[in-house]
T-cell receptor, first 113, second 110 residues
Framework: NAGVTQTPKFQVLKTGQSMTLQCAQD?????MSWYRQDPGMGLRLIHY???????DQGEVPNGYNVSRSTTEDFPLRLLSAAPSQTSVYFC????????????FGQGTRLTVV | LAKTTQPISMDSYEGQEVNITCSHN???????ITWYQQFPSQGPRFIIQ???TKVTNEVASLFIPADRKSSTLSLPRVSLSDTAVYYC???????????FGTGTRLTVIP
């Protein structure tokens, strides 16, 4: 039981490049979300999904796309990377709506040069 | 969304009890108070949640006064491995999205 798995752990991109951050969970949780964490700051919500086929925007969605074709996977796409997107990205899951505990992945450290 | 205020940092010696207070003057009636812990280079980890009075689990205790305008996370007998950032969050009943502040950086000293 791996929990929440994020890949890659580290990535360097050039400005304008695109890439997909992967998030997979084996806990059969309905709710999944993506956060970014800038140095010395708390996490900020980018996008979230309440179930397969349903996604919605969080606090800071600009420059990112998501899709949820299966319960297990929730990839985050950067369409055209910018230096302002340099951050650590965390994926999280929760069993369902209103559930107490969120389970976070180990994070992906992204640097855009 | 109601905001929380915590001390930026705290230091404590090993073996001491640590109390981290969070202020949330504008807490809504249906808000729960939730605490997460984050170690360097890791995602946050849920510690404890409460609505009122006192909640205790194997890791920590959470004290919430009757007016709910503040809360205190209590960590008994801290060790070096408790060095981390601790976040106090408010979460509406039925809501999943989490809104993090800057947290309290706890450093445990040998």
């Amino acid at each position: 039981n791996a929990g929440v798995t994020q890949t890659p752990k580290f990535q360097v991109l050039k400005t304008g490049q695109s890439m997909t951050l992967q998030c997979a969970q084996d806990m059969n949780h309905e709710y999944m979300s993506w956060y970014r964490q800038d140095p010395g700051m708390g996490l900020r919500l980018i996008h979230y999904s309440v179930g397969a086929g349903i996604t919605d925007q969080g606090e800071v969605p600009n420059g990112y796309n998501v899709s949820r074709s299966t319960t297990e996977d929730f990839p985050l796409r950067l369409l055209s990377a910018a230096p302002s997107q340099t951050s650590v990205y965390f994926c999280a899951t929760q069993p369902g709506m209103g559930d107490t505990e969120a389970f976070f992945g180990q994070g992906t450290r992204l640097t855009v040069v | 969304l109601a905001k929380t205020t915590q001390p930026i940092s705290m230091d404590s010696y090993e073996g001491q009890e640590v109390n981290i207070t969070c202020s949330h003057n504008n807490i809504a009636t249906n808000d729960y108070i939730t605490w997460y812990q984050q170690f360097p280079s890791q995602g946050p980890r849920f510690i404890i949640q409460g609505y009122k009075t006192k909640v205790t689990n194997e890791v920590a205790s959470l004290f919430i006064p009757a007016d709910r305008k503040s809360s205190t996370l209590s960590l008994p007998r801290v060790s070096l491995s408790d060095t981390a950032v601790y976040y106090c969050l408010l979460r509406g009943a039925g809501a999943n999205n989490l809104f993090f502040g800057t947290g309290t950086r706890l450093t445990v000293i040998p």
